[in-house]
């Protein structure tokens, strides 16, 4: 597969035409937005000659890389590709109008992508004419730094085509895992508690923003406690994903989203892009200094993570993926210390069930569920 097309020239769009560039594909990138493409391909040569001083490359292989890219201004200019990634706006409808337009241009053969995080893969595949041809590529941010790729095929997928993808990827250097096409595939699903949780014991009061990515930090070891990652991520972004999740699963009480995240994000305080969001990241803004709390971190740690523990063990039992998939998805993907798998056999599944078992006690809530197969184990 050498002749790639890339829909979309947003964070997404160029980190993934950097991949396929890198590995010696000829890429065609086209966005609605010129300009949007002229700044990311302005972007990508700064950071190409970084790199090259850097000498992480060379600047031969830097000017190769940036000249494998095409900046397209019509999509039928990507009519000869091998395949087709599109990484456009988070929106079910103008992608199946892209999708229906791209495939007026391409050859019976092109095999046509989407990176959604969140949209049915088969539900944007019926829309085509040749829906066999169709999967979700789904690549981790910042793409050209992420091993993880989410290959997740639809319902209407042709056979072997998962692992066509799957073989393409390996040769592009990533770390791909197969997906089945379920709300938040893998990574997005099992993370869902890592914020939720997170947002219910700060909006109870039972801890600060501070406090629980203090706790998270140093007792799980985990890069960002999840308010900075939420305000790294972006709140809109987060509580969108989160949404459609909660929606796509029938309202399942489990992702229920929160009513603070909302209002966070209806406010526009989205985090590091807008300067504010959990934490204030004005000019001379200082950090606050968490109240260290030995009890109160043990109990916020293991709330979360037996949450964390208990839908990788779902997604275990539902076989969304293969236990080595599951592993490997949340430290590839979200940079998780260690595979939650594991990670409860350390602590013990007994522990992590006790601590669930409690909190439904306490709340009598479904949100705290476990999984049949944790009981068993
Ligand atoms: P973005 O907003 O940075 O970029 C989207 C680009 O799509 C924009 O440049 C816009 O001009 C362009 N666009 C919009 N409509 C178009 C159309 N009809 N035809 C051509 N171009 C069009 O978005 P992003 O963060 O790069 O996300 C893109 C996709 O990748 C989304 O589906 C998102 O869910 C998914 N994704 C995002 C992340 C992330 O962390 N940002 C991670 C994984 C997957």
């Known amino acids: 597969m050498k002749k790639i097309g890339i829909i979309g020239s947003g964070t997404m769009g160029i980190g993934i035409a950097q991949v396929a560039a890198t590995n010696g594909c000829e890429v065609f990138l086209f966005d609605v937005n010129t300009i949007q493409t002229e700044k990311a391909l302005q972007n990508l040569e700064n950071s190409l000659q970084k790199l090259a001083f850097k000498e992480k490359i060379s600047y031969e292989k830097a000017e190769e890389i940036f000249n494998k890219i095409k900046f397209c201004t019509e999509l039928k200019e990507l009519k000869d590709c091998d395949l087709v990634i599109e990484a456009i706006i988070e929106n079910k409808e103008i992608k199946q109008k892209v999708f229906t337009e791209l495939e007026t241009h391409v050859s019976e053969n092109c095999l046509i992508s989407s990176n959604t995080s969140s949209i049915s893969i088969t539900s944007l595949s019926a829309e085509l004419k040749k829906p066999e041809r169709f999967i979700g590529i789904h690549f981790f941010n910042p793409a050209p730094l992420m091993p993880l790729v989410e290959v997740i095929p639809g319902l209407l997928t042709k ?121 204030d990241y004005s000019e001379n803004a200082e950090k606050p200094i968490p109240q260290k709390d030995e009890n109160l971190y043990e109990e916020i740690f293991m709330r979360i993570i037996s949450m964390l523990i208990n839908e990788a063990v779902e997604a275990k039992r539902l076989k969304i993926a293969s236990g080595e998939d599951i592993e490997l998805a949340m430290q590839k993907g979200v940079n998780y210390p260690k595979g939650l798998l594991s990670w409860g056999k350390e602590i013990g599944f007994g522990k992590i069930s006790d601590t669930l078992q409690n909190l439904y006690n306490e709340y009598q809530e479904e949100r705290y569920r476990q999984s049949p197969l944790l009981k068993k184990m």
């Open 159 to 279: 056979e072997n085509l998962a692992q066509e993808i799957y073989d393409l990827m390996k040769s592009w250097g990533k770390v791909p895992v197969i997906a089945k096409d379920i709300p938040g595939f893998i990574v997005n699903r099992i993370a869902r508690p890592f914020y939720g949780e997170a947002l219910r014991i700060v909006e109870e009061n039972i801890a600060t923003p501070e406090q629980v990515d203090d706790a998270m930090r140093t007792l799980g070891n985990f890069r960002m406690g999840p308010f900075e990652l939420m305000d790294l991520i972006g709140i809109d972004t987060n509580f969108l994903v989160t949404t459609t999740v909660y929606k796509d699963y029938f309202y399942d009480p489990k992702y229920k989203p929160s009513l603070l995240q909302q209002r966070m994000s209806e406010a526009k305080l989205h985090g590091r892009k807008t300067g504010r969001g959990f934490y």
